[in-house]
């Protein structure tokens, strides 16, 4: 299990992938609708991965590793914790600084990856990839690396065990494949459509396959046997056709995949990493024309820097952008943070990443982290400043993560009900009432303030229809004798001020409700499917759903009037609902869409400081929105 010998080349074309999975990655956070399956980056860096770091501990001969373990442990911590740790404790520094707000959710998960477990930590504490409101953490894109992580300190002892027991690679291959085909039925097992698939997207046995494929692929691919010697012409061209159908295929994934796809989760993500096997397999290969084309030095400077890249892209995003243009991202400032995350990303490179791969930890601590005093007029202007800011993000790194920095305000949920229910024609109950308090306390909570919040509510709601703002219009509309609305929190924002113009509505409304839940629900109010009602729906704020899923809702109230509300929501599902209740408004003549999502586009002023809740002017223009549509 010892022995220095280098196992693999440098083939430039692995870098030309590398880049392209990371500015994937970067252009799905940054929400561009061209890059919808931009996440599958990821599954593309798994699969290098395992290629990668088999190939390095592959033995020529026998059974035996070629690299200790222990130097392979050590040489993965030098590359991978300084740059890691340095970028935790500055984003944690930085949020103490100006994010107070996000102390107490980003303790935990600062702790977390040190400890390189961040994906289970936020299985456990059920912190959704895809379904998070506010800002979200700004490390969250650790959990990638606390996969890979655990994935270094397991296999390479698996695979000496394995070449031990097995003797010969191809065999082993054979069993490898079976173990990732495992966990990729676990994935489609534990992923329910329509459902959050957080749980399958951070788990380390449901994510595996991408890199035991990677691992197989060393087995029958060793990039030690790769020649250009002896190939025919036939060869060479199957080859070249071969990679440019994978490299399209990868694009095209890229350009057309969404996380809401059940396919994706059963079966079609290891799918995409057997096509990313194929691609690197051609790419490593002399002769690839590919590689060739994937060897530019732009492409090969942002491959070789793709993990400083990584690391830093998401919380520069997320500390470095409003919460209501999430999802809706200005370009301007994406182009000012992707200019910091290059810059920094270089710096990391070149001042943590190869100094300490190269030298080591204790010379590189040595070398620049010593201060010697009688040496200090000799250092240069950028290594005074550095040494100087050390030990000061330290200090604010411990003074936030111990408490001592009280956390920032934020909006106080005593006085909002987690559920409401609002049968017709009976008064409000406390919850209603708190409701109703909250609102009243928002309203009146800043003096003069409210004499404008009453003026602007009224500039919003310009050129009323007969009746949208009075409270104490006709109970109901003339056409309904019944009016019911079902929805998730922006329902409870808006519960009082509906029953206070229609005192007859039925409301049900729930925290964190989704499409799949409300078709449960349906069948408590089948009252309400006749044609002289109408049906208020309002849900798609905490997550996409299926076709399926919306169909059988809209069926269990087909003899009814339905007001479909779409969302306003900072997250990147916001244009897939929006698309389906639009669909389905053109698809049924007894369907209305209400277009909140235009009206509350612009209005950041509507929300409050997670960018999805409403404050009371979007309580008001909600509500006046809904008023006129039932009332045309």
């Given at each position: 299990m010892?022995?220095?010998?280098?196992?693999?080349?440098?083939?430039?074309?692995?870098?030309?992938?590398?880049?392209?999975?990371?500015?994937?990655?970067?252009?799905?956070?940054?929400?561009?609708?061209?890059?919808?399956?931009?996440?599958?980056?990821?599954?593309?860096?798994?699969?290098?991965?395992?290629?990668?770091?088999?190939?390095?501990?592959?033995?020529?001969?026998?059974?035996?590793?070629?690299?200790?373990?222990?130097?392979?442990?050590?040489?993965r911590f030098r590359r991978l914790l300084p740059a890691a740790y340095v970028m935790n404790i500055t984003s944690f520094a930085w949020a103490t600084l100006f994010h107070k707000e996000l102390l107490n959710t980003l303790r935990g998960d600062a702790i977390s990856s040190i400890f390189y477990s961040s994906n289970w930590w936020f299985i456990f504490h059920k912190l959704s990839y895809f379904d998070s409101f506010g800002s979200p953490s700004p490390i969250k894109n650790l959990w990638s690396l606390a996969i890979e992580e655990q994935f270094y300190l397991i296999w390479p002892i698996l695979l000496m065990l394995g070449l031990y027991l097995v003797k010969k690679p191809a065999k082993l291959a054979i069993y490898i494949i079976i173990g990732a085909l495992c966990s990729a039925v676990l994935m489609g097992m534990l992923y329910e459509p329509g459902a959050d698939p957080s749980r399958v997207?951070?788990?380390?046995?449901?994510?595996?396959?991408?890199?035991?494929?990677?691992?197989?692929?060393?087995?029958?691919?060793?990039?030690?046997?790769?020649?250009?010697?002896?190939?025919?012409?036939?060869?060479?061209?199957?080859?070249?056709?071969?990679?440019?159908?994978?490299?399209?295929?990868?694009?095209l994934s890229i350009v057309f995949v969404d996380e809401y796809q059940t396919f994706l989760y059963r079966g079609g993500m290891f799918l995409f990493c057997l096509n990313a096997a194929i691609l690197i397999a051609c790419v490593c290969h002399p002769i690839s024309i590919l590689g060739k084309i994937l060897s530019l030095k732009p492409l090969r400077w942002i491959g070789s820097r793709s993990y400083g890249i990584y690391l830093w892209h998401y919380p520069i995003m997320v500390l470095g952008t409003p919460v209501h243009e999430i999802g809706n991202p200005a370009y301007w400032r994406v182009a000012l943070q992707l200019v910091l995350i290059l810059v920094i990303a270089e710096l990391s490179y070149?001042?943590?990443?190869?100094?300490?791969?190269?030298?080591?930890?204790?010379?590189?601590?040595?070398?620049?982290?010593?201060?010697?005093?009688?040496?200090?007029?000799?250092?240069?202007?950028?290594?005074?400043?550095?040494?100087?800011?050390?030990?000061?993000?330290?200090?604010?790194?411990?003074t936030g993560m111990t408490g001592v920095v009280g956390e920032g305000k934020t909006e106080s949920k005593e006085s909002q009900p987690t559920e409401i229910k609002i049968s017709g024609g009976e008064q409000p109950s406390k919850q209603q009432d708190a409701v109703a308090e909250k609102e009243t306390s928002e309203s009146d909570s800043s003096n003069g303030e409210n004499e404008k919040a009453?003026?602007?509510?009224?500039?919003?709601?310009?050129?009323?229809?007969?009746?949208?703002?009075?409270?104490?219009?006709t109970p109901e509309s003339e056409s309904y004798n019944g009016i019911l609305a079902i929805g998730d929190s922006l329902m409870?924002?808006?519960?009082?001020?509906?029953?206070?113009?229609?005192?007859?509505?039925?409301?049900?409304?729930?925290?964190?409700?989704?499409?799949?839940?409300?078709?449960?629900?349906?069948?408590?109010?089948?009252?309400?499917?006749?044609?002289?009602?109408?049906?208020?729906?309002?849900?798609?704020?905490?997550?996409?759903?299926?076709?399926?899923?919306?169909?059988?809702?809209?069926?269990?109230?087909?003899?009814?009037?339905?007001?479909?509300?779409?969302t306003r929501v900072p997250r990147s599902w916001e244009s897939n609902v929006n698309s389906s209740l639009q669909q389905k408004a053109q698809e049924h003549d007894n369907i209305t869409l209400i277009d909140w999502h235009s009206v509350a586009i612009n209005h950041p002023e509507f929300f409050a400081s997670d960018g999805v809740h409403l404050e009371q002017k979007g309580v008001n223009t909600l509500t006046s929105l809904i008023q006129q549509s039932i009332n045309i």
């Open positions: 010892s022995g220095k010998v280098v196992n693999h080349r440098y083939i430039p074309g692995l870098d030309g992938i590398r880049a392209l999975a990371v500015l994937a990655v970067i252009a799905y956070h940054f929400n561009f609708r061209w890059a919808s399956g931009g996440f599958l980056g990821v599954d593309i860096f798994f699969v290098l991965s395992g290629y990668l770091i088999t190939s390095t501990v592959l033995p020529l001969k026998g059974n035996q590793l070629t690299v200790g373990l222990g130097e392979f442990w050590i040489g997207y951070y788990g380390t046995d449901t994510r595996s396959f991408e890199l035991l494929i990677g691992c197989w692929l060393a087995l029958v691919w060793p990039m030690k046997r790769l020649s250009s010697q002896k190939l025919s012409t036939d060869h060479v061209n199957k080859l070249n056709a071969i990679s440019l159908v994978a490299f399209s295929i990868f694009i070149r001042f943590i990443e190869m100094p300490i791969r190269k030298e080591g930890f204790r010379s590189y601590y040595r070398q620049h982290l010593v201060i010697n005093k009688n040496k200090w007029s000799s250092l240069t202007f950028a290594r005074k400043i550095s040494t100087l800011l050390v030990p000061l993000f330290l200090l604010v790194f411990f009453e003026t602007s509510a009224q500039s919003d709601n310009e050129e009323p229809k007969q009746g949208e703002n009075d409270t104490t219009a409870i924002d808006i519960a009082s001020s509906l029953h206070n113009i229609y005192p007859n509505i039925t409301i049900d409304a729930k925290i964190g409700r989704q499409v799949s839940q409300a078709i449960q629900l349906a069948p408590n109010y089948a009252s309400f499917n006749q044609p002289n009602k109408a049906v208020i729906i309002q849900l798609g704020t905490n997550g996409f759903f299926t076709n399926d899923q919306i169909d059988t809702l809209l069926e269990a109230f087909s003899n009814a009037d339905i007001y479909l509300v779409n």
